[in-house]
């Protein structure tokens, strides 16, 4: 698949929105609150929703990204972590650019 190039919209959303947080808060340094076995077990009972949904043919964007999210929440090293983060934005991208297909956003 190839990607279009200069910025797609929502890529150029996404940097502008960065843009807007940075502006208001400036950079951000905070702990990453991840990887207690409280989060690695929410993310163990959400991924087997999302493979009992996908099973049964119900797939659903919320319950991928509720996927991703959990798996980045249960990550105890900061490369895994950073690996979920990057499988988070991806899938809230796709999923905005399926939305921007189906005509759901008229800007």
Known sequence: MSYPTPLSRVERDTRDERARQDAKWGEQNHDDGTG???????ANRVQLDVDE???LGGTTWRGILHEEVFEAFAAMDPAKLRTELIQ???VAQVWAEA???RGGDPA
């Open 36 to 42: 207690d076995q409280r989060w690695r077990d929410a």
């Open 53 to 55: 949904a996908a099973r």
């Open 88 to 90: 988070v934005a991806a």
């Open 99 to 101: 939305i921007d297909r």
